[in-house]
């Protein structure tokens, strides 16, 4: 059994959201965000001071956000340290999981904080204040120069990871507000529109809503136990049974350990004429080539096998039964024909 980063599938390399950062070594993982960390806190202690002095909603909004960004980057880096430890004792995968809890802590910051500006946001739509567009703008455009430089760091990092995913939202949503931002600092400045500021906030609570609930959505998934996104286990299924000499597949599961870790389990049935190990070595070079699982255990037994075959087995069958009816005779990898 591999254990390890998951390699996209054959039919899937393409067009993956999170196809970044291919052969990036951990150590560089954690270099990259340690540069990003860097440049946002420096940046970070300014833009407080001007906010509070401009009196600007949206300035003091993305300073939290940077805050948060901030937290986020060091709790992806204290959860790459954890979860590169070996397994011990009880946790025998090791503590990978520790990188989806923080990404499900990650977006659990980005709800709460949307639910703060949203209430101040509308308070000040109703009630606005007076705002120095001209600090906002200048500041907002160095938030930008400082945000591009952090996004274009941790993109470089492997966000297949929903660890480095996490932190990847944050700091993205952070370009996104800081152009809003510098957007009402121009508008009220050269217009007198203060309410523009307060729209500004709303507009980077939206952003920050949305990378929130995603990331929230994703972590949870791995924490149930869910199949990988864009995996179908029906489709898996089907088509490991319509390999030569298998009769039927059933008690099979898919998961994520971990981000970009999937793990397979499954009980097969093999012709009686099959080769239990030819089977098995096949189905495996399947599932690494065509779905990138290189962790997988398979029950193979014979058909008719009173010690393992039919359901006896299984006091407490999981999931359908995938079955392929009758068709041609195939050859398995051992020479001799197999019938479905």
């Known amino acids: 059994m591999i254990g390890g980063r998951r390699a996209e599938p054959a039919d899937r390399k393409h067009g993956h959201g999170h196809g970044h950062g291919h052969g990036v070594s951990p150590s560089s993982d954690r270099r990259l965000l340690g540069g990003a960390l860097a440049l946002i806190v420096a940046y970070m202690a300014g833009e407080v001071t001007i906010g509070v002095i401009a009196?600007?909603?949206?300035?003091?909004?993305?300073?939290?956000?940077?805050?948060?960004?901030?937290?986020?980057?060091?709790?992806?880096?204290?959860?790459?340290?954890?979860?590169?430890?070996?397994?011990?004792?009880?946790?025998?995968?090791?503590?990978?999981?520790?990188?989806?809890?923080?990404?499900?802590?990650?977006?659990?910051?980005?709800?709460?904080?949307t639910v703060y500006f949203l209430y101040e946001g509308v308070r000040r739509l109703v009630d606005p204040h007076d705002v120095e567009g001209q600090f906002v703008f200048?500041?907002?455009?160095?938030?930008?120069?400082?945000?591009?430089?952090?996004?274009?760091?941790?993109?470089?990092?492997?966000?297949?990871?929903?660890?480095?995913?996490?932190a990847f939202q944050h700091i993205l949503n952070d370009l996104f507000a800081f152009i809003a931002t510098a957007v009402a600092g121009l508008v009220v400045w050269t217009t007198g529109f203060?309410?523009?500021?307060?729209?500004?906030?709303?507009?980077?609570?939206?952003?920050?809503?949305?990378?929130?609930?995603?990331?929230?959505?994703?972590?949870?998934?791995?924490?149930?136990?869910?199949?990988?996104?864009?995996?179908?286990?029906?489709?898996?299924?089907?088509?490991?049974?319509?390999?030569?000499?298998?009769?039927?597949?059933?008690?099979?599961?898919?998961?994520e350990v971990s981000s970009g870790y999937p793990?397979?389990?499954?009980?097969?049935?093999?012709?009686?004429?099959?080769?239990?190990?030819?089977?098995?070595?096949?189905?495996?070079?399947?599932?690494?080539?065509?779905?990138g699982i290189t962790h997988s255990t398979l029950e193979v037994d014979h058909v008719d096998d009173p010690s393992g075959g039919g359901h006896g087995h299984c006091d407490d069958p999981h999931g359908p039964r995938h079955v392929v009816g009758s068709g041609e005779p195939h050859e398995h990898a051992g020479g001799a024909p197999c019938d479905h």
């Open 263 to 291: 793990a397979l389990s499954a009980h097969v049935l093999v012709d009686t004429k099959g080769d239990c190990h030819a089977v098995r070595r096949d189905l495996q070079e399947l599932l690494r080539d065509a779905y």
């Open 55 to 113: 009196g600007s909603l949206a300035l003091i909004t993305d300073a939290a956000h940077m805050m948060t960004d901030a937290f986020a980057i060091a709790l992806a880096l204290v959860a790459m340290r954890i979860a590169a430890r070996p397994p011990r004792a009880g946790f025998t995968y090791g503590l990978r999981r520790a990188e989806i809890l923080s990404a499900q802590l990650n977006g659990l910051t980005l709800i709460l904080l």
């Open 138 to 166: 200048w500041t907002a455009l160095a938030g930008i120069a400082v945000n591009v430089a952090a996004t274009m760091l941790i993109s470089r990092a492997d966000r297949r990871s929903l660890n480095v995913e996490g």
């Open 194 to 255: 203060n309410r523009a500021d307060a729209i500004a906030s709303l507009v980077v609570a939206s952003l920050m809503l949305k990378a929130g609930y995603g990331l929230l959505r994703d972590a949870g998934r791995v924490l149930m136990e869910a199949a990988p996104a864009g995996l179908d286990p029906s489709e898996l299924g089907t088509r490991l049974a319509a390999r030569p000499c298998v009769e039927e597949v059933h008690d099979l599961h898919v998961w």
